[in-house]
T-cell receptor
Framework: KAGVTQTPRYLIKTRGQQVTLSCSPI?????VSWYQQTPGQGLQFLFE???????NKGNFPGRFSGRQFSNSRSEMNVSTLELGDSALYLC????????????????FGPGTRLLVL | AQKITQTQPGMFVQEKEAVTLDCTYD???????LFWYKQPSSGEMIFLIY??????QNATEGRYSLNFQKARKSANLVISASQLGDSAMYFC?????????????FGKGTKLTVNP
């Protein structure tokens, strides 16, 4: 089974621009979560989607948004980029059925490295 | 308050020796899951092992085992027979409750270096 894929792998943008990152989950997985990883803040949860609905959101400004399509693929968008948005953005998928099984493992993609200049 | 604490920023171990990476957690929820992930320099988070709060036995996956001490709220990762390829960042993470959320809370990580 193919793993989680993320595109692009690397991205360079300038302040004020916007960016869209894409994530394709493992086939059959319906839950997709996004995380931001920076040296200073570590790994922080951005949001989670299940069956095209955002179920949980982390403490990030409204510039960060996302969506999920009917095929479970997900995109996240960051508008009006700031220098502090430079980070590794990780997407994870799981086969969580919606019943809240905390033992469901999240499988991560290789990440998108975003550099904002 | 930090929910996941990893007190060892860096650890060194000789090849073929065992090493323990510490993780303590804080939760009032009786139902939770604990995970360990490995992150090589490439950036991808690789799932290693899972322990549920109701599991009676410590989890094991090949050379990885989890020393779960519920009363002490600790979930230490033990890597036996270290290999050079084990050099990476290791993260402990927790998911709380049956609320249907996929949110994982991560610790700051421990950088493991395996010396030949």
């Amino acid at each position: 089974k193919a793993g989680v894929t993320q595109t692009p792998r690397y991205l360079i943008k300038t302040r004020g621009q916007q960016v869209t990152l894409s994530c394709s989950p493992i086939s059959g997985h319906r839950s997709v979560s996004w995380y931001q990883q920076t040296p200073g803040q570590g790994l922080q949860f951005l949001f989670e989607y299940f069956s095209e609905t955002q179920r949980n959101k982390g403490n990030f400004p409204g510039r960060f948004s996302g969506r999920q399509f009917s095929n479970s693929r997900s995109e996240m968008n960051v508008s009006t980029l700031e220098l502090g948005d430079s980070a590794l953005y990780l997407c994870a998928s799981s086969s969580l059925t919606g019943g809240g099984e905390h033992q469901e493992t999240q499988y991560f993609g290789p990440g998108t490295r975003l550099l904002v200049l | 308050a930090q929910k996941i604490t990893q007190t060892q920023p860096g650890m060194f171990v000789q090849e073929k020796e065992a090493v323990t990476l510490d993780c303590t957690y804080d939760t009032s929820d009786p139902s939770y899951g604990l995970f360990w992930y490995k992150q090589p320099s490439s950036g991808e988070m690789i799932f290693l092992i899972y322990q549920g709060s109701y599991d009676q036995q410590n989890a094991t996956e090949g050379r990885y085992s989890l020393n779960f001490q519920k009363a002490r709220k600790s979930a230490n990762l033990v890597i036996s027979a270290s290999q050079l390829g084990d050099s990476a960042m290791y993260f402990c993470a927790m998911r709380e409750g049956p609320g249907g959320s996929e949110k994982l809370v991560f610790g700051k990580g421990t950088k493991l270096t395996v010396n030949p």
